[in-house]
C-alpha cells in the first residue's frame, strides 16, 4: 500500500524559515503532479502550490514570493520552502500527488497525514 511520508513541519517565529518534504513510502510506478496543500483550524483545506512532472509550477497568491515549491524526480520527492512565515501560514500542511503503483493501470490520487507548520508572532 503505498502512502505519502510528509516531514519538516515546526514551530517557528514570524520571519522564519521551514522546509517541509514529502515523498512516497513503497514501489511506484510513475508520478504526475505533486503539491502541497493546507487547512488552518475552523477552515476549509486550500492548494499552497504544486508542481508538474516536467517541473511547471503554481501558487496561491497568499504565499507568492515566500513560498518555493520543488521537486526531484530520481527520490520521487517534492519539497516545500516556507520562507517570511506568518502567524497566518499556521495550518496542518498535507501533501498531494497524482500517482501510479506498479502494476495498475490508472493514477490515483494520494494524501499524506499531515503535518503541522505553527507560527508564533
Known amino acids: 500500500q503505498v502512502q505519502l511520508v510528509e516531514s519538516g513541519g515546526g514551530l517557528v517565529q514570524a520571519g522564519g524559515s521551514l522546509r517541509l518534504s514529502c515523498a512516497p513510502s513503497g514501489r511506484i510506478f510513475s508520478i504526475n503532479v505533486m503539491g502541497w496543500y493546507r487547512q488552518a483550524p475552523g477552515k476549509q483545506r486550500e492548494l499552497v502550490a504544486t508542481v508538474s512532472s516536467g517541473g511547471g509550477t503554481n501558487y496561491a497568491d497568499s504565499v507568492k514570493g515566500r513560498f518555493t515549491i520543488s521537486r526531484d524526480n530520481a527520490k520521487n520527492t517534492v519539497y516545500l520552502q516556507m520562507n517570511s512565515l506568518k502567524p497566518e501560514d499556521t495550518a496542518v500542511y498535507y501533501c498531494?500527488?497524482?500517482?501510479?503503483?506498479?502494476?495498475?493501470?490508472?493514477?490515483?490520487?494520494?494524501w499524506g497525514q499531515g503535518t503541522q507548520v505553527t507560527v508564533s508572532s
Open positions: 498531494n500527488a497524482d500517482l501510479r503503483a506498479p502494476f495498475v493501470q490508472n493514477y490515483r490520487n494520494y
